[in-house]
Each structure stands twice: as structure tokens, then as C-alpha cells.
């Protein structure tokens, strides 16, 4: 396959920092290139170079074999590369045609012609398979939609090359799968993709070929054939994937937490029970709606049980608020870490206290000198990159801001720790940190039950699992019965042996 773009010895350094040295790829016509690596590996300099958000110090970019330079984002467009963000750039209370012809709008009579953009807006939404009004508040529609309409949006650019970061970031499972649709079908049609993600079974389902970064550098590349999750770890981290996995179960205490007949809100027909004991890490498996979110969310109080009893070391707990649930000794990391877990724009100090601040009030105002020496200590437990415990959290790395969330909690010395998609959106060296930390915990007695989609994660870190599907456990795995396809049997409701 001919390249469509080649770059060759790229090299940017920012003060202090050598983000990019020497690193060379290129694509095909349409092909899917993934580009991985760990924060900081340089994947987004990268692309913001290409797309003309910032120039290189030094390289070269050849589109068609022809050198080019590409001095803005416009001239980026104009040479047919278009970056979709990750956080996505439309102007949410003007209609999807508008945002796909913001700034380049047809006219007529030196009028904008608001049926030029309706046409033209519904060619380049039936492309990417999204069935809107063109006059559709953008506001209106959901995230993985509003996606579909950056698509469209580049495409009516005229755009042969479409770089997507972390494009599944906020979306569900249906709204991934949407979107894969549209690019398989837009490769058809010679449309080339550079995908960026950390979610590495996307990248084996869509790449044709795997880049690798590793500290600003090229660390390898995978054809399609090659691509596993064990080659693209090691390449990305420069170890084996089975390092990242040395969980070894002991032998786990006593029940401390005990949930008998427990009914959920989300599924009012079906009862839990289950129990977990102290110095236990037990991971809890299902597809997407099978109801795990919402029991971790019962559990904590935050949307009380309709039936059933729970009991924190041998007593029961009427657990009707998060409030109690602190009280009694658990602590939820949520699944949304932005939304649910963190003041985004507090700094790290307020953030880490946050939980216990009445431990640390002196006559009704905050005692800073304990604030301080609490942050301090998280911050070096936790290993948080930070510059100073006074930096605006909303400015730390996905890693980092999930350290702060933990942080939080442990602050509070819990029993039990529940945690909800603990790794999700972070990278492969802030993974390993929280594995490590996990059973760090497990060792000094705290009872782990943590929720998870990726099956590595699962298989690799639970001492037993639990299965859910529909709102009811189907099963229960010891750790050496855990395999992918024994969860997967019991998270599809295909055997029915209860936990």
C-alpha cells in the first residue's frame, strides 16, 4: 500500500521538556494506523503537529510523497487532516448544520443559504449513518451523536485523513459500536484513520497497523497480525504484560461485609447477597446494564436498597445515605470520576481532604497545617504528579486525578473500598500503580470489591469473581476456575448457578 502520509524525524521540545524526538509513521489510503503509549509518550504532540495546531522543531511531512508544511489548522484542512478532539469542539446551542459549516457557510446573494446547509448537512450526516434534522439543537443530542457529527463536520472539509483521540472515551457500549461502523465504512471509502486510544481491545478490533510512543520516541510498530494486548503493553511499557498481574491471592480474614437480599432501585425484581472479607480483592464482571454500577451505588448509599440487610462486621447497618455508609467504614470510587469523584477546579490539597474535613476543623475552620500534612501524605502514598498541592486538579493527567479520588477515601482509613472502572481512561503505567496499590490494601486488611469491563483485569487482579447479568449474580468464580470464557458464559445469563 502506497502512503498517503509519511512523517520522518519530528522533533518538538518545550521548555524543560523533549516531547518528540526523531519520530517517523506513516498511512495509507484507507488504512487504520492506532497510535499508543502512556501519558507523556507524545501521542498528542504529535498529532497536533499534523494537524497543524503547533509546528515541529525539526522533520518532515510528506502528503502524496510531496513535502508540505503545515503552519495552522487551517492549511491542515486544506491538505485534507482534520483532529477531532477528545473533548468535542461544537457549539452546542446552534443547530448540527451550522456546526458542520461553522465558518465556511455557503451563500447566496451574500446571504447565508440556510438550505445550501441543510443539503449539504444531510449528504454528510447519512454518511456517518446518523439520523438527524440538520436544524437539531446539537445540545439536544447524546455524546456518541454529537461525535458522529465532528465526523460529519471533517468529512465536509473534504478530509482524507481523520485523526481521533480517545473518540470512546464518554460513549456506551451501543454508541462504540456505532461508531465503529462509521469507520469501517469511511475506510471503505478510502478515508485513512489515526487512531488514539488506551482502550487496547478497540485498537485490536479497528487497527490495520499499531505505532508505538514510548518517552517522545518510536518504540515499535505491530502489522496487523501481530497485534495483541501482550505485544502492545510490552512495547508501550518495555516489560512483559504478565508483570503487571502478580496478584497473589492470600488467605482473606473475616467477613466484614455481609449483604443479604439486597434489592436495587435499577432492578427492583432480583435480590444479591453476597459476602467479602477482609484482606479480599473480589472483582465484579458483567456486560454493559447488567446492574454493577447500581449495586456499588446501593451499597454506598447513594440510592438506598428497596429490601434486604446489610452488615459491616457482624452488625447491621441501615445504610440510607453515602453519610452512613462513611460512618460504617466504606468508601466508592465512582465510575465518573469527573463529575462524581472530584471538584475539577479545586486544587489537589482540597480535593484529597475533602472527605475529612470534619476530622480536621479546629472550632469550626479548617485546619491547613493537618490539611497540608494529609495532602502531603497521600500525595506520596498515592505517587501523584503534581507540582504543588495547591495545582487546579482539572490540570492533572486521567492517572493522576483518579490518584487524588482514591487518595480521598483512603484519607478515611476505610474497611471496605469499592471501586468502580478504578483504571478507566488511564494509562498503562497508572494501571500498574493502581494494581499495586490495590493489593498494598488488600495486604493491610481492607476488603477491595471493584467493578470492571476490561477482562484482563478481572482475570488478573480478583481473588474470586462475581458474575452479574440483568440485575442478578449468575455465578461465582474461585481463581482458578477464572477464565474469559467462564465469565463470559455466566455475564450472557447462559448458566444459571447463583453466588
Not at 467477613?255 to 443479604?260: A, M, T, Y
Not at 449495586?295 to 436498597?305: K, M
Not at 469491563?453 to 487482579?461: A, D, R, T, V
Request: include cysteine.
Amino acid at each position: 500500500m502506497a502512503d498517503l502520509l509519511a512523517v520522518a524525524n519530528i522533533s518538538k521540545s518545550f521548555p524543560g521538556v523533549r516531547a518528540l524526538h526523531e519520530v517517523g509513521f506513516s498511512i495509507g489510503e484507507g488504512e487504520c494506523v492506532a497510535l499508543i503509549g502512556e501519558n507523556g509518550a507524545g501521542k498528542s504532540t504529535l498529532m497536533k503537529i499534523l494537524a497543524g495546531v503547533q509546528p515541529p522543531d525539526s522533520g518532515e511531512i510528506r502528503l502524496n510523497e510531496k513535502e508540505i508544511e503545515i503552519r495552522s489548522v487551517e492549511e491542515g484542512l486544506e491538505h485534507g487532516i482534520a483532529l477531532i478532539h477528545q473533548e468535542l469542539n461544537l457549539a452546542t446551542n446552534l443547530s448540527v448544520g451550522a456546526n458542520i459549516f461553522l465558518g465556511r457557510e455557503p451563500r447566496k446573494l451574500g446571504m447565508i443559504d440556510e438550505k445550501e446547509i441543510a443539503d449539504r448537512s444531510t449528504e454528510f450526516l447519512e454518511r456517518v449513518g446518523l439520523d438527524v434534522r440538520p436544524d437539531t439543537l446539537v445540545g439536544e443530542l447524546t455524546i456518541g451523536k454529537q461525535q458522529l457529527v465532528e465526523i460529519a463536520k471533517a468529512l465536509s472539509t473534504n478530509a482524507k485523513i481523520l485523526i481521533m483521540d480517545e473518540p470512546t472515551s464518554s460513549l456506551s457500549q451501543g454508541e462504540t459500536e456505532k461508531l465503529f461502523e462509521v469507520a469501517k465504512d469511511l475506510k471503505k471509502n478510502g478515508v485513512s484513520i489515526i487512531y488514539i486510544s488506551h482502550r487496547l481491545g478497540e485498537v485490536i478490533e479497528l487497527a490495520d497497523r499499531v505505532v508505538v510512543l514510548r518517552d517522545g520516541e518510536n518504540a515499535g510498530e505491530l502489522a496487523r497480525e501481530e497485534i495483541t494486548h501482550d505485544a502492545m503493553v510490552s512495547l508501550m511499557v518495555g516489560r512483559e504484560l504478565s508483570q503487571f498481574y502478580s496478584h497473589d491471592a492470600g488467605e482473606p480474614g473475616d467477613v466484614v461485609l455481609s449483604v443479604s437480599g439486597v434489592r436495587t432501585p435499577a432492578h427492583p425484581s432480583h435480590e444479591v447477597s453476597f459476602d467479602l472479607r477482609a484482606g479480599e480483592i473480589v472483582g465484579m464482571a458483567g456486560l454493559v446494564g447488567a446492574g454493577r454500577t447500581e449495586l456499588l451505588e446501593t451499597l454506598f448509599g447513594v440510592t438506598p436498597a428497596l429490601s434486604g440487610t446489610m452488615e459491616v462486621e457482624g452488625k447491621e447497618i441501615p445504610i440510607q445515605s453515602p453519610r452512613e455508609a462513611i460512618a460504617a467504614g466504606l468508601a466508592l470510587v465512582p465510575e465518573d470520576r469527573k463529575q462524581q469523584g472530584l471538584v475539577i477546579e479545586m486544587a489537589v490539597a482540597d480535593n484529597v481532604s475533602l472527605a475529612s474535613l470534619e476530622r480536621d476543623q479546629k472550632a469550626g475552620f479548617l485546619n491547613f497545617d493537618a490539611e497540608s500534612k494529609l495532602t502531603a501524605e497521600m500525595t506520596e502514598k498515592m505517587r501523584i504528579k503534581t507540582p504543588s498541592s495547591r495545582q487546579v486538579v482539572r490540570f492533572l493527567s486521567g492517572g493522576n486525578q483518579q490518584k487524588v479520588v482514591i487518595g480521598k477515601w483512603l484519607a478515611m482509613k476505610p474497611k471496605i473500598l469499592l471501586l468502580d472502572e478504578p483504571t478507566r481512561g488511564i494509562d498503562i503505567g497508572a494501571k500498574q500503580e493502581i494494581y499495586a496499590l490495590m493489593e498494598e490494601l488488600a495486604d493491610q486488611g481492607v476488603a477491595i470489591l471493584f467493578v470492571s469491563s476490561e477482562m484482563e483485569e478481572i482475570l488478573g487482579m480478583s481473588d474470586r469473581a462475581l458474575v452479574m447479568h440483568e440485575g442478578k449474580f449468575t455465578g461465582e468464580l474461585k481463581r482458578d476456575e477464572l477464565t474469559e470464557e467462564a465469565v463470559m458464559q455466566l455475564a450472557t445469563g447462559r448458566i444459571g448457578a447463583a453466588a
